[in-house]
């Protein structure tokens, strides 16, 4: 493989040369948007490919602030209004419904109406039933049926218009182009919004209107379509209002919605086939997990060749660097594709050239690649930006992580230039001052203050509250780096350079003595969140160092302590853990990351307590969770939720700006499985290993079918057998893979 370089749109030189002080700074949006009173809402969110549309559960997209809503495509705002009315007025909402991640079903009736004949219209008349269908463009269609026995004569109005904002102006950066929106263009049944890009890009979208409107209004940039409409009893009608987005002509022979569903189902049904299927006695868990796959392969989006997930949506419908390799890390029990597309799009996109104003250095893994108008100007540096200090030594524990279930080789000699820029950036680049520690300072004026997962600008703070001054160590990322060269030492061997294996696993053994020493904070039994730019700890009480158990870096004798701490009241709140002690000065639930809980955070903290030995606690991070699926709209885990102590309560309470779906929290149920169920891969040795399964009381049974080992696959099956014990049995096997079992 050619060493690896930058994508085709990585900036021109003429946006590479901007004045880094003349670049506004965008980190105070880290901590989520702000979001007006009425657009506090969970919204639809169905997703195709790079295509996404956001709207309210009645149907309707009325952009308010930074609510999200819009049809969007290449971090362009497409349709930011898309509004139906009955006889003048909004239908009255009766159900709505994600069939999948790309369909949804609003069944909705009409208010008291006055007939256009003077004859009023009960309520509960007409049945007005919308179905939203997210391909390559929009298909919304409009269903309008009449239950009563006399005709029913009104108007259906649909107004619409289009914005063209770029998704990092919707979560609320000021915009500061000078691009030019072209008045909308009624051609027959179709209308056409237009905008013109500070750089000369046109942008357009294009509405197919069937049947043939009545009456088309343009006025100050928006849209009204009448259709007069006649309904004798029981007649319906359909009216179909298709939306292309495009950045220049359509083509004649576009596929019709009944098609596009066609296709999708296809592909879905291919997706649910390639992933190992898990199955329980419990419902509404079997629910959680297949919301969680279908979310995960909608989540997916094509980079070049190959793909990746998207990290959530509204706000992150983009190649991630984090965000996508624990999800990836996640969902290696279910479908390692998700990695291998995920390692071969981020080794394509790795840095090749120190370049200050967005955070690259040679060998480092992206934070995040945007192709939006901010990003092409240069007014924002996500072409790609590497402003993350973990997504390196995750892109190699993820590697690792991924030949140890399928032992394919062959991709890890192809990755191999990019893992050996990885190992170099770690070394070199990632520990500038020569200490043995990661760090992390930003040198992007628009950049991120802080690089871990935590990234909000007040996330790394001091017991007393303040805060941490860098460069920053995070204890997490040290684990990362402790598993990763662990991880790859184990590719390294099988490609032949034995001599590099054994540095790799000496490093992570120096390292491991190294950060017991340096980050264990004796007065509180616990590890410090991080050392600062002095070299002192940074003493608040996290989650991060459930990420170090995790890892395995924690040294025996710490092991209880640190569990005890992650599980105490100010720590666990009932439905997970906090990012944040409760006692802290900082805290605050309602924060990003001050006090939060987060899905993926929290399978991660179950799949190493599991690992030191700590099944009790592993077994209530996961009875919160799905308590808190159990309890959500589709059964979908959120993005994140407030820290609020639980107190007997039957719901969470939401974090207003939450994506969902989200890839690391669609991902979580899947590690939560493994980590219950003591599963892991050694495809190397030929070898798969349940270690102490144990089944939360809410799961008697579970069985999950072809799992890949390797060349081979397998299916289990683990019941209650009583008195706190699991029991397991090998339904199939595929193949040469040895299933062994520890209690």
Not at 6 to 31: K, R
Not at 161 to 188: H, I, K, M, S, W
Not at 667 to 685: E, K
Request: with cysteine.
């Amino acid at each position: 493989m050619t060493p690896p370089g930058e994508p085709e749109i990585a900036l021109d030189p003429a946006v590479a040369a901007i004045d880094d002080e003349a670049v506004p700074p965008f980190h105070d949006l880290e901590g989520g948007p702000d979001v007006p009173a009425e657009a506090r809402q969970e919204l639809l969110a169905l997703k195709s490919g790079a295509v996404f549309v956001c709207a309210r559960p009645n149907g309707d997209i009325r952009a308010a602030g930074a609510s999200g809503e819009g049809l969007y495509a290449q971090d362009t705002r497409h349709l930011s209004e898309l509004r139906v009315t009955v006889g003048g007025l909004p239908p009255v909402p009766l159900s709505s419904v994600m069939e999948s991640g790309h369909y949804a079903v609003i069944n909705a009736t009409n208010p008291v109406l006055r007939s256009a004949v003077g004859v009023p219209v009960p309520q509960e008349t007409l049945n007005v039933r919308r179905t939203v269908l997210i391909a390559d463009r929009l298909f919304y269609r409009v269903r309008l049926r009449n239950f009563d026995v006399n005709p029913v004569v009104t108007v259906v109005e649909v107004s619409l218009a289009a914005d063209f904002a770029d998704v990092f102006e919707v979560r609320g950066v000021v915009r500061g182009t000078n691009g030019r929106l072209l008045d909308p263009v009624r051609d027959q049944d179709r209308v056409r919004f237009g905008y013109v890009a500070e750089d000369g890009q046109h942008r357009q979208t294009l509405v197919e209107l069937e049947p043939s409107p009545d009456r088309v209004k343009i006025d100050d940039g928006r849209v009204r379509v009448a259709w007069d409409v006649r309904l004798d009893s029981h007649e319906s009608i359909s009216l179909w209002i298709t939306v292309t987005p495009t950045g220049g002509a359509v083509g004649d022979a576009e596929p019709t919605a009944a098609q596009a569903a066609a296709t999708l189902e296809s592909a879905d049904a291919q997706w649910v086939d390639s992933c190992a299927q898990i199955t329980t006695d419990n419902e509404l868990f079997d629910r959680l997990i297949d919301a969680s796959v279908r979310d995960l392969h909608a989540l997916m989006m094509p980079v070049g060749a190959d793909q990746l997930p998207a990290a959530g949506i509204p706000w992150y419908v983009a190649p991630f660097g984090r965000d996508s390799l624990l999800s990836a890390c996640e969902s290696l029990i279910v479908n390692p594709e998700v990695a291998r597309g995920t390692l071969l799009v981020l080794a394509e996109l790795q840095a090749r050239a120190d370049e200050a104003w967005r955070d690259a250095e040679p060998g480092k893994i992206l934070h995040e690649l945007r192709i939006g108008e901010l990003a092409r100007t240069g007014h924002i540096p996500h072409t790609p930006y590497y402003g993350t200090v973990d997504a390196t030594p995750l892109f190699l524990m993820v590697a690792g992580g991924y030949y140890r279930w399928t032992l394919d080789l062959d991709t890890m000699a192809k990755l191999l230039p990019a893992f050996d820029a990885a190992l170099r950036w770690i070394d070199e680049w990632g520990d500038r001052d020569g200490d043995g520690f990661v760090e992390y300072e930003r040198r992007a004026p628009a950049g991120l203050v802080n690089h871990g997962w935590k990234d909000s600008h007040d996330s790394i703070v001091h017991a007393d509250g303040s805060l941490a001054q860098g460069p920053i160590a995070l204890v997490e990322v040290q684990g990362y780096v402790y598993e990763a060269k662990l991880r790859i030492a184990d590719v390294y061997d099988a490609l032949g350079d034995a001599p590099r294996a054994d540095r790799l696993r000496d490093q992570a053994a120096a390292l491991r003595v190294a950060v017991n020493e340096a980050f264990w904070d004796a007065d509180e039994g616990f590890f410090a969140l991080a050392l600062d730019g002095r070299k002192a700890q940074v003493r608040s009480v996290t989650s991060n160092p459930a990420h170090c158990l995790y890892c395995g870096i924690v040294d025996e004798d710490k092991a209880r302590l640190v569990a005890e701490r992650l599980m105490a009241p100010d720590m666990f709140s009932g439905w997970g853990i906090r990012t944040l002690s409760s006692s802290s000065p900082a805290y605050n639930p309602m924060s990003y990351h001050n006090g939060s809980v987060w899905p993926h955070d929290n399978a991660i903290a179950a799949a190493g307590l599991k690992r030191y030995g700590f099944d009790a606690a592993t077994d209530r991070i996961a009875t919160g969770l799905f308590d808190v699926a159990s309890t959500a709209r589709d059964f979908r885990l959120p993005e994140l939720f407030c820290g609020f102590q639980r107190d007997g309560s039957r719901a969470i309470v939401a974090y207003p700006v939450a994506c969902i779906p989200q890839a690391w929290a669609a991902a979580a149920p899947f590690m939560l499985v493994q980590a219950v169920l003591g599963i892991s891969a050694h495809a190397p040795q030929g070898r798969l290993t349940v270690d102490r399964p144990r089944l939360p009381e809410w799961l008697a049974s579970v069985e999950i079918r072809d799992i890949r080992v390797g060349r081979s696959k397998v299916s289990l099956a683990f019941r209650d057998a009583g008195s706190g014990s699991t029991g397991f049995s090998l339904l199939e096997q595929h193949g040469d893979v040895r299933v062994t079992m520890t209690t």
